[in-house]
Nanobody, 124 residues
Framework: QVHLVESGGAVVPAGGSLRLSCAASGRPFATYAMGWFRQAPGKEREFVAAIAWNGGTTNYADSVRGRCTISRDNDKALAYLQMNSLVPEDTAVYYC?????????????????WGQGTQVTVSS
């Protein structure tokens, strides 16, 4: 079992930056991949970014590539999502998730554990 808690969501102006954090507990952190997903009102949950257990592989959605960076600190059991040049379309609830995988999965069903989410609102 893995317990995930996101933090760092806020209201930011367009063009601003934000760093989300995900604290994990339970199984050893370095045994699973981490991902970030988001869900905007009225839309399905979508993939944002993922990172392999050792940070060696990362994947990004086209909509955030070049603006977001996913990272992890296995010693602290933390995952991060640094978001820059935010636009109103980035407004959503952001979820972190853990996957029993050696790679960096991009699909919802590949993830076994989910956090409760943190709200990010980008004002225009």
């Amino acid at each position: 079992q893995v317990h995930l808690v996101e933090s760092g969501g806020a209201v930011v102006p367009a063009g601003g930056s934000l760093r989300l954090s995900c604290a994990a507990s339970g199984r050893p952190f370095a045994t699973y991949a981490m991902g970030w997903f988001r869900q905007a009102p009225g839309k399905e949950r979508e993939f944002v970014a993922a990172i392999a257990w050792n940070g060696g592989t990362t994947n990004y959605a086209d909509s955030v590539r070049g603006r977001c960076t996913i990272s992890r600190d296995n010693d602290k059991a933390l995952a991060y999502l640094q978001m820059n040049s935010l636009v109103p379309e980035d407004t959503a609830v952001y979820y972190c998730a853990a996957a029993s995988s050696w790679v960096a999965p991009t699909r919802n069903f590949e993830y076994n554990f989910w956090g409760q989410g943190t709200q990010v609102t980008v004002s225009s």
